[in-house]
Nanobody, 128 residues
Framework: QVQLVESGGGLVQAGGSLRLSCTAS????????MGWFRQAPGKEREFVAG????????YYADSVKGRFTISRDNAKNMVDLQMKSLKPEDTAVYYC?????????????????????WGQGTQVTVSS
């Protein structure tokens, strides 16, 4: 059974930092696309950052570019999200996602339908 488990969420003041971690089990995702999404109350789940399966390159939503960094440790089957200069609008439940689906365009991985494995989410709250 495939499981993705997020950790590292919490409450932080604006301008602060948090590091989220996602540990996968039940499948090796070293050759798969992985990513982070977030969902604020009353809003749709949105893409934050991801890794391409084809060349391992990272890509980001414009709203977090320059502030967030995604990284992965294939040996540990983990993917992290380092978040800096946090803003109140970053407040959301953050989800780790993985995909065994082979799309040949990054744009498919910027949507929830590009992923078939999801974690349960971890809350990030940024106070002003």
């Amino acid at each position: 059974q495939v499981q993705l488990v997020e950790s590292g969420g919490g409450l932080v003041q604006a301008g602060g930092s948090l590091r989220l971690s996602c540990t996968a089990s039940g499948r090796t995702f070293s050759n798969d696309a992985m990513g982070w999404f977030r969902q604020a109350p009353g809003k749709e789940r949105e893409f934050v950052a991801g890794f391409s399966w084809s060349d391992g390159s990272a890509y980001y939503a414009d709203s977090v570019k320059g502030r967030f960094t995604i990284s992965r440790d294939n040996a540990k089957n983990m993917v992290d999200l380092q978040m800096k200069s946090l803003k109140p609008e970053d407040t959301a439940v953050y989800y780790c996602a993985a995909s065994s689906i082979r799309y040949f365009s990054e744009r498919y991985y910027r949507g929830v339908s590009g992923y078939n494995y999801w974690g349960q989410g971890t809350q990030v709250t940024v106070s002003s």
